[in-house]
């Protein structure tokens, strides 16, 4: 399977989405004895990464039935996160595909200043 080199997400609670990181991985859905199991993706920090709690709203996940890799940014966050992702099935070799580095950097955005005047 295949990982977006490095997704980049703008600020403001945006989400991202990837179509279909399988790609690199044929035999998962494509061989016969391979069809009927189950396959799960695992996406976790790939070290102590302080800042990734206030970054996401919802954290990296992919869809074991699309591929699709997505996650929801916080409001006005920005900096990156690096995660390992694996992908596993249930067979009888409880076959994983290899851990790749998957790096998230979210781009800051020049807000424009507001203010108030009080009565």
């Known amino acids: ?22 790609s690199g991985a044929p035999s998962v859905r494509d061989t016969s004895d391979e069809r009927g199991q189950q396959i799960t993706f695992r996406v976790v920090p790939a070290h102590n990464n302080t800042q ?19 996650f929801c940014l916080s409001p006005d966050a920005n900096g990156e996160a690096s995660f390992n992702v694996s992908l596993s099935d249930d067979g009888p070799g409880g076959g994983v595909y290899g851990v790749l580095a998957l790096d998230i950097v979210v781009l800051p955005v020049n807000q424009q200043p507001s203010f108030s005047v009080c009565p």
């Open 1 to 22: 399977f295949d990982c977006p080199p490095h997704p980049t997400g703008c600020p403001d609670g945006g989400g991202f989405l990837a179509p279909s990181v399988l």
């Open 52 to 70: 990734m709690g206030g970054l996401f709203a919802r954290a990296p996940s992919v869809d074991a039935s699309t591929g699709d890799l997505s």
